[in-house]
């Protein structure tokens, strides 16, 4: 089982572009939760994914959009990029029930200069 | 709402030692607990939860968690630190939504812990 695996490892932007960011989830899981995790700081939630609908958002703003794709798959989308959009976007996987553990991915490293 | 304070950002503790770190969680329902540890450069791994079975969770490595309602608390500890228990740890809590299936993990500002010879 290959875990939970995000792409791309790191990556370098300019203000005002556009990132995607990728997750594939953890084999038997159907739900993907974003968190952005700032240096030093604990991760925020960003969203959630469950057949391919977003199920729940935190206070995060419109730039921020996801997608989830028939084979669980989810994209993360951060337009207008800001300085401070720099962090580390980590994806999870879990089944969905109440309680489950999330499986968390190694994170996608964003800079924005 | 459900919040997680984290009390003290960083942990020094000797090699052997006791591991002490503190967490303690406002929820408005019956929440569930858990404790992520964060190695360098690396994701979240799970090393416990409490999710109202045993309020005495024993976790990986020779961690565990006691659940106190009473004192809103979740404090892990371990009996004897090792130079591999180097890490940053985070208390998260969460709790069912209105469809009762999984919610969203809120988590504490973390605690890194040193562990010295």
């Known amino acids: 089982d290959a875990g939970v695996t995000q792409s791309p490892t790191h990556l370098i932007k300019t203000r005002g572009q556009q990132v995607t960011l990728r997750c594939s989830p953890k084999?038997?899981?159907?739900?993907v939760s974003w968190y952005q995790q700032a240096l030093g700081q604990g991760p925020q939630f960003i969203f959630q994914y469950y057949e391919e609908e977003e199920r729940q958002r935190g206070n995060f703003p419109d730039r921020f959009s996801g997608h989830q794709f028939p084979n669980y798959s989810s994209e993360l989308n951060v337009n207008a990029l800001l300085l401070g959009d720099s962090a580390l976007y980590l994806c999870?996987?879990?089944?969905?029930?109440?309680?489950?553990?999330?499986?968390f991915g190694p994170g996608t490293r964003l800079t924005v200069l | 709402a459900q919040s997680v304070t984290q009390l003290g950002s960083h942990v020094s503790v000797s090699e052997g030692a006791l591991v002490l770190l503190r967490c303690n969680y406002s929820?408005?329902?019956?929440?569930?607990l858990f404790w992520y540890v964060q190695y360098p450069n690396q994701g979240l791994q799970l090393l416990l939860k409490?999710?109202?079975?045993?309020?005495l969770v024993k976790g990986i490595n020779g961690f565990e968690a006691e659940f106190k309602k009473s004192e809103t608390s979740f404090h892990l500890t371990k009996p004897s630190a090792h130079m591999s228990d180097a890490a940053e740890y985070f208390c998260?809590?969460?709790?069912?939504?209105?469809?009762?299936?999984?919610?969203?993990?809120?988590f504490g500002t973390g605690t890194r812990l040193q562990v010295t010879l």
């Open positions: 998260a809590v969460s709790g069912p939504d209105v469809t009762g299936t999984a919610s969203k993990l809120t």
């Open positions: 929820s408005s329902v019956p929440p569930y």
């Open positions: 409490y999710t109202s079975a045993a309020t």
């Open positions: 999870a996987s879990s089944s969905g029930l109440a309680g489950a553990e999330q499986f």
């Open positions: 084999s038997g899981h159907d739900t």
